[in-house]
């Protein structure tokens, strides 16, 4: 089966402190790693990470995948009030219908 | 680009009835669309993948005769919660898959169901 993990659960900051979020799978015919931001409804797509070693960046927010230990992480400089939220990682799994499987999440506090 | 959106945003039902959630992509045609349901502080977790035209796949412990999927069209997938429980409120997400876009979910804005 499927898995995805994710470290912290939950994460309390203050305003301009860097946060590291990670995330490490296992999911059969791995093809991609997507990292999604979920406030009050439904996700916001992020990053989606395919090869290893090769940063993402958006703005305050990076990410990058090792396939080898199979992990992700996802890091936000210089964080802002607005950046509380839920971040997902999901595992995308090869095959027709390219299925995701989610991680618990991480839930962002960050206060002002 | 890229549009999905829910009908209804919430919904309240009485334990015993039916409802059904609407899933339609605005702007393109979905080949694939996947039905999460998510409680509370909880992850994503996928219910079903349906591919038009055709009958939908349940992840194991999901109860297809209870969560009717129907995909009829490549813009438009339904959910349909029946004989609702208590236990079955939650927050029910969509997402569809545009066959020429990639392999890319793009999420609807999510439907909270509560029975009462």
């Known amino acids: 089966e499927d898995k995805v993990v994710q470290s912290p659960l939950s994460l309390v900051v203050h305003e301009g402190d860097t946060v590291t979020l990670n995330c490490s799978y296992e999911?059969?015919?791995?093809?991609?790693l997507l990292w999604y931001k979920q406030e009050k409804k439904a996700p916001t797509f992020l990053f989606m990470l395919?090869?290893?070693?090769i940063e993402k960046k958006s703005g305050r927010l990076s990410s990058i995948l090792d396939k080898k230990e199979l992990f992700s992480i996802l890091n936000i400089t210089a964080t802002q009030t607005g950046d509380s939220a839920i971040y997902l990682c999901?595992?995308?799994?090869?095959?027709?219908?390219?299925?995701?499987?989610f991680g618990k999440g991480t839930l962002l506090t960050v206060n002002p | 680009g890229a549009v999905v959106s829910q009908h209804p945003s919430w919904v309240i039902c009485k334990s015993g009835t039916s409802v059904k959630i609407e899933c339609r992509s605005l702007?393109?045609?979905?080949?694939?669309m996947f039905w999460y349901r998510q409680f509370p502080k909880q992850s994503l977790m996928l219910m079903a993948t349906?591919?038009?035209?055709?009958?939908?796949?349940?992840e194991q412990g999901v109860e297809k005769d209870k969560f009717l999927i129907n995909h009829a069209s490549l813009t438009l997938s339904t959910l349909t919660v029946t004989s609702a429980h208590p236990e079955d409120s939650s927050f029910y997400i969509c997402?569809?898959?545009?066959?020429?876009?990639?392999?890319?979910?793009?999420f609807g804005p999510g439907t909270r169901l509560t029975v009462t």
């Open positions: 999911v059969t015919n791995f093809r991609s």
């Open positions: 997402s569809a898959r545009a066959g020429d876009r990639g392999y890319e979910q793009y």
């Open positions: 349906s591919n038009e035209g055709s009958k939908a796949t349940y």
């Open positions: 395919t090869s290893s070693g």
């Open positions: 999901a595992g995308d799994s090869g095959g027709s219908n390219y299925k995701l499987t």
């Open positions: 702007d393109f045609q979905a080949t694939t």
